[in-house]
RNA sequence: GGAGACGUCGCAUAGUCCGGUCGAGUGCACCACCCUGCUAAGGUGGAGAGGGGUUUAGACCCCUCCGUGGGUUCAAAUCCCACCGUCUCCGCCA
C-alpha cells in the first residue's frame, strides 16, 4: 500500500510512477476523491457516537423516574449511529479498495516502459568459449542421469521433474554455499511454511494482476508460496520490531510453487521453468532510509555467489512496467546460458520500501511514534542455477567441471561424470 | 474426528456469574525526576495502537481497539452465535 500522505501532499509523484509503469493513472485521483469523502464520513459518524456516549452516561447516572425518558431519547438517536458506522465503514472500505489498486511508487532512476526497456549496470566475467558443440543443460544432465523430466511428467505433468543422483545432491550444494554465505553475513536462516493464508499473500501483493501465477487450495483457503518472500513477510505481520540493532536479516529456505499460467511454449526444455523448485531467499526488515543501501548489499551477495560458481553474468535494472506491484526497483542477475546464447535470471531482488510492511501492518519504534518498515528480499539460490553452472562448465566428453567453492558440498567431488541412465 | 478449559493495553493477572461506577485495576519490566549514596531499595510521575479534528508550533479535543467477525441492547470486556488460535484428555494415523 502506498503511502495515504503522499497521496495528499503529492499526488503527481504517484500519477507519474502510475505512468512509468503503464498503469492507471486515473485510480489516482479516484483514491483521492474516496480519500476525502471518507474523512466527512468519518466525522460524521464521530460527532453523533461522541453524543450518544455522553448519552449513555446521563442514562446511567439518571434517577429511576427520569430514565425512561432518557431511554427514549437514546432510542432514536441509535438508529442514525449505526447507520452513519455503516456510511463510515463502506467509505473507508472504499478508499482502501483503491489506494490497494495503486502499486509501489518507483524510485527516481528506474528506467521507464515495459519487459525490453531494462538498463544493464554492468556485465562481469567472460562467457565461455567452446572448442566443440556444447551441450544444452537438459542434454548434460540426462548424461548425468541427474535429471528426469519424462518420469516428472508422468507422475505430475509437463514441467514436473526428478532431480535425482548428482541432480539431486548439486541442488543442495548450491543451496548449502548459498545458505553458509548468509548465515557469514549475518542472516537467520528459517525454514518458513509454504502454504499462507489469504491475508497473507495478499499483503505480499502476488494477489494482483498476478494471481492466476498462485496454487490455491480452497478446500483450506490457503495458498501455496511462489517463494519464501511471502512466509517471510508474513513472519513479523501486525508486529512492531525493534531495529534499534540493525536490520532483521532471514534466509528462507523453501520449496516453491507457481502455475506459470500465461508461459506455454516458453522454456519447455529443462528445468528453467518449472511449477515446483528450491530457492534460498534473503528477507529483510530496514528501516526506509537503509533501504537503498540495502538493497545494494543484497545484489552483492548475489554477484558473489555468481562469482564463486564461476558464471558470467550481467546486472540488469528492471523497468518500471516489469515491476511487481510491491517493488519500487528491481535488480536481476542474469547468467549467461551458452547454448541459448542469451542471459537468464538467476537472482532478483526487489527493494519494496514500506509498501508490503503498510499492507501487512509492520511497524518500527522511531522518535516519532511508529512508521511502516522497509522490506527487501533476494534470491540466493535457486534450482534453476544447475541450467547455468551445467553448461558453463561442461566438457566435450560430457562430464562437468565442480567449481571450487561447491567442492566441500559435495564431498570433495571435482568432475561430475556421466553415468548410465537407469 | 470427539470432549473440555482458555484467549484482557510489553509480560503476568483482576474484571465476565448479576451489562452502565471498566473510556479497563494490580504486579513486573520500562522511561523521567526525587531521595538516599554504594550497585539495590524507596517515593513521585509518565508511558499502548489506529483514526478524525482544532492549531504557526507546542499542545489540546474527539472516535475506535479486551482473539476475529456478526447479533441482542439506549448502552457489551461482560449476554448470544459463528470462526480462529492455544492447552488438556480420548480416538485415528503416515
Known amino acids: 500500500m502506498i503511502d495515504p500522505q503522499l497521496l495528499r501532499d503529492d499526488p503527481d509523484a504517484i500519477r507519474r510512477s502510475q505512468q512509468s509503469r503503464g498503469a492507471s493513472v486515473n485510480v489516482v485521483d479516484q483514491a483521492i476523491e474516496a480519500e476525502s469523502a471518507r474523512r466527512a464520513a468519518i466525522s460524521e459518524f464521530e460527532r453523533l457516537r461522541a453524543e450518544q456516549n455522553a448519552l449513555g452516561k446521563r442514562v446511567a447516572a439518571a434517577p429511576k423516574e427520569e430514565k425512561q425518558a432518557l431511554v427514549a431519547q437514546a432510542q432514536e438517536l441509535a438508529a442514525g449511529v449505526k447507520s452513519a458506522q455503516n456510511a463510515a465503514g463502506d467509505a473507508e ?52 542421469d541427474a535429471i528426469d523430466m519424462a518420469r516428472g511428467a508422468k507422475v505430475s505433468g509437463a514441467r514436473f521433474y526428478f532431480l535425482k543422483g548428482l541432480g539431486a545432491r548439486l541442488e543442495l550444494a548450491i543451496m548449502q554455499l548459498g545458505l553458509d554465505r548468509a548465515l557469514e553475513a549475518g542472516f537467520t536462516p528459517v525454514i518458513p511454511p509454504t502454504l499462507v493464508k489469504p491475508e497473507i499473500m495478499e499483503g505480499t501483493g502476488f494477489l494482483g494482476e498476478h494471481a492466476d501465477e498462485v496454487y490455491y487450495l480452497p478446500a483450506d483457503e490457503l495458498y501455496l508460496v511462489g517463494t519464501s518472500e511471502v512466509p517471510l513477510a508474513g513472519l513479523h505481520s501486525n508486529e512492531i520490531l525493534d531495529l534499534s ?73 528492471v523497468a518500471a512496467g516489469d515491476l511487481g506491484s ?97
Request: a negative charge; aromatic letters at 8%.
Open 326 to 422: 510491491s517493488a519500487a526497483r528491481k535488480f536481476d542477475v542474469e547468467a549467461w546460458v551458452p547454448t541459448q546464447g542469451a542471459y537468464r535470471e538467476l537472482t532478483s531482488t526487489s527493494n519494496c520500501t514500506t509498501f508490503q510492511a503498510r499492507r501487512l501492518g509492520i511497524r518500527s519504534r522511531g522518535e516519532h511514534g511508529t512508521s511502516p518498515v522497509a522490506t527487501l528480499n533476494g534470491t540466493l539460490a535457486t534450482t534453476r542455477w544447475i541450467v547455468a553452472l551445467l553448461e558453463t562448465h561442461q566438457q566435450e566428453d560430457g562430464s562437468v567441471l565442480v567449481p571450487e567453492a561447491l567442492r566441500p558440498y559435495l564431498g570433495g567431488l571435482e568432475v561430475l561424470q556421466p553415468t548410465a541412465r537407469r
Open 93 to 144: 472500505k472504499h478508499f482502501s479498495d483503491l489506494t490497494r489498486m495503486i502499486q509501489n511508487v518507483v524510485l527516481d532512476g528506474v528506467p521507464a516502459g515495459g519487459e525490453d526497456d531494462f538498463v544493464v549496470l554492468r556485465e562481469v566475467g567472460e562467457r565461455r568459449e567452446f572448442g566443440f558443440e556444447p551441450k544444452d543443460h537438459l542434454a548434460l544432465a540426462e548424461g548425468l
Open 245 to 317: 540493532d540493525g536490520p532483521l536479516r532471514y534466509a528462507g529456505w523453501s520449496t516453491c510453487y507457481r502455475r506459470e499460467a500465461g508461459s506455454y511454449g516458453r522454456d519447455t526444455r529443462g528445468i528453467i521453468r518449472v511449477h515446483q523448485f528450491n530457492k534460498l531467499e534473503m528477507f529483510v526488515y530496514t528501516t526506509p532510509d537503509q533501504a537503498e543501501a540495502e538493497h545494494d548489499r543484497l545484489v552483492g551477495w548475489q554477484e558473489g555467489m555468481l562469482q564463486s560458481l564461476g558464471l558470467s553474468y550481467r546486472v540488469i535494472d
